[in-house]
């Protein structure tokens, strides 16, 4: 999608997308996630959100495709905790490799613990 930017606010555990161009615009959508250092590095996105009056743009699917991108150029994998990131993952093998078990066991231990995470 070119009419948005999607910025890593990682202090803030957020990858939100902002209109283009607009760079103190108010967020059209983010995911929502957390950085998981064991049993392997991991991105651990728990929750998706796109403002309703900017539904059925793509921010969501674009916000997806990025956390995954951004993995791969970090070295890290994703464990997908929310449901419409994992549901896009299941719809985009290729640029979503499959967390393992012990990542999604952990993943989900280390979001029970601190529910402050979601």
């Keep these: 999608m070119?009419?948005?930017e999607i910025r890593d606010e990682r202090d803030k555990g957020l990858l939100v997308a902002h209109a283009a161009g607009e760079p103190e615009g108010a967020a059209l959508?983010?995911?929502q996630y957390f950085v998981l250092d064991a049993p392997e590095a991991a991105l651990v996105?728990?929750?998706t959100i796109v403002e309703p009056e900017?539904?059925?743009r793509g921010i969501a699917g674009s916000l997806a495709r990025e956390l995954?991108?951004?993995a791969a150029r970090e070295g890290v994998?994703?464990?997908p905790l929310c449901p419409f990131v994992s549901k896009w993952a299941a719809r985009h093998p290729?640029?979503?490799p499959v967390a393992s078990p012990e990542l999604m066991k952990a993943a989900k231990l280390a979001l029970a613990a601190d529910p402050a995470k979601w």
Excluded: F, K
Aim: proline share 5%.
């Design 94 to 96: 290729g640029e979503a």
């Design 68 to 70: 995954y991108a951004m």
């Design 45 to 47: 996105p728990v929750h």
């Design 2 to 4: 070119s009419d948005i």
């Design 54 to 56: 900017n539904e059925g």
């Design 77 to 79: 994998a994703v464990a």
């Design 29 to 31: 959508g983010y995911v």
